[in-house]
C-alpha cells in the first residue's frame, strides 16, 4: 500500500513521538530528519524494530539529507533550541530564526508542493518568520499550538466535571503561551455550556490551568518540556489533513481581515484538510474576547 509521505525535521521526543504516532495510526510514510543524523537513524530503526509488534504498515526512515525528504506531502518543523538559562528572549528568537531559515533552505527545494506545519518555539513567531521567509501561499504553511492548547483546556475541564474528553467541545485560541484565549463561554460538557455546570470561581481555575498547562509539566519533569501531547497535536492536525472530517480545529493560521485582525499567523478556529487551511471560523466573540484576541495579535507583531 502506498502512503502519503510526512518529513518531521528534528528527531527529539516530540518529532519522533509524533513520527510514531503516525505510523501506528497507518497514516504516512515518516521521514525523522536531524542535524544529528545519527539520533534520527537510530530512532528510526529502534521505531522499524517495533514494527511487527505494532502492525503498522507505514515505514519510518532517519537521515540528516533532505534529498530523503523529496516529495513530501507534508512537512513538521519541530528544530529549535529551548530557552536556556542567561538567554533572552531575543537570543532565542534569533537562534531559532536561523534554524527555521535553515529548514526552509532544505525542504522546500525538496518539497515544493508540500504543507509545512511548524512547532518549533516561540511558535507564533517562528510560524510569522517562516511565512515571511517561504513565500508559500497562506493555507500551506501554519502552526499547532492551538491543538495543543486545546487538549489541556479539554483534559483541565474533564478533570473538573468528570466528563470524558470525547464528550467536550472547547477551544482556546490567542497565542500561544500567555496570550492565549480559553473560551469557557463557548465550551460545552455532556452538550451543556460550561458557564452552567460550574461556578465562576471553578472556571477561572480551569482557565489557569490551561494557561499554565506547559509549565507545570516543565516544573515536574524539572529537565525537558512536555511531548507527549505536542506529538499527538501534531499527529491530530496530520490526520485531519489526509483524512479530512470538517471539524474545527485551533490553527495558527493567517488572518487577513478576520477578528479584524490582518497580516498575521495567530491561533484561530479553523478547517483543514488536503490543501492545508481550507478555511477560517470567525466565533461570535464578546466584545472582552475580541479586545483580548487583538492585544494577543498586537503581542505577536510587537516580536516580529
Known amino acids: 500500500m502506498a502512503y502519503p509521505k510526512v518529513t ?3 528527531a527529539g521526543n516530540v518529532g519522533a513521538n509524533a513520527g510514531l504516532l503516525l505510523a501506528c495510526k497507518n497514516l504516512a510514510d515518516v521521514v525523522l ?12 530503526l529502534d521505531l522499524m524494530h517495533m514494527r511487527s509488534n505494532e502492525q503498522f504498515g507505514p515505514t519510518i526512515l532517519g537521515t540528516g539529507d533532505y534529498s530523503d525528504t523529496a516529495g513530501s506531502n507534508i512537512v513538521v518543523v519541530t528544530a529549535g533550541v529551548p530557552r536556556k538559562p542567561g538567554m533572552t528572549r531575543e537570543d532565542l528568537l534569533k537562534v531559532n530564526s536561523g534554524i527555521v531559515r535553515s529548514v526552509l533552505e532544505g525542504a522546500l527545494p525538496a518539497s515544493p508542493d508540500a504543507l509545512f506545519i511548524f512547532v518549533t518555539n516561540p511558535l507564533d513567531v517562528m510560524t510569522n518568520l517562516a511565512f515571511d521567509i517561504a513565500c508559500l501561499p497562506k493555507q500551506r504553511l501554519f502552526g499547532m499550538g492551538g491543538v495543543l492548547d486545546t487538549a489541556r483546556f479539554i483534559h483541565a475541564i474533564s478533570q473538573k466535571t468528570g466528563a470524558e474528553p470525547a464528550q467536550i467541545e472547547a477551544l482556546v485560541i490567542g497565542a500561544h503561551g500567555e496570550g492565549m484565549l480559553p473560551l469557557p ?7 451543556t455550556p460550561l458557564p452552567e455546570l460550574l461556578s465562576a470561581e471553578e472556571i477561572e481555575t480551569i482557565t489557569s490551568k490551561t494557561i499554565n498547562g506547559g509549565a507545570a509539566v516543565v516544573e515536574l519533569l524539572q529537565t525537558g518540556s512536555a511531548f507527549y501531547a505536542p506529538a499527538s497535536s501534531i499527529a491530530r492536525m496530520v490526520e485531519e489533513i489526509l483524512k479530512p472530517t470538517g471539524r474545527v480545529l485551533s ?25 492545508g487551511v481550507e478555511r477560517i471560523v470567525e466565533l ?16 505577536i507583531k510587537a516580536q516580529l
Open 284 to 299: 461570535e466573540l464578546n466584545d472582552e474576547e475580541l479586545d483580548r484576541l487583538r492585544a494577543a495579535a498586537d503581542s
Open 8 to 10: 518531521i525535521v528534528g
Open 185 to 191: 463561554r463557548l465550551a460545552t460538557a455532556n452538550g
Open 251 to 275: 490553527v495558527c493560521a493567517r488572518l487577513e481581515g478576520e477578528y479584524g485582525i490582518d497580516g498575521i499567523h495567530m491561533c484561530v478556529p479553523a478547517v483543514l484538510g488536503r490543501s
Open 33 to 44: 530528519i536531524d542535524v544529528a543524523d545519527g539520533v534520527a537513524k537510530g530512532k528510526a
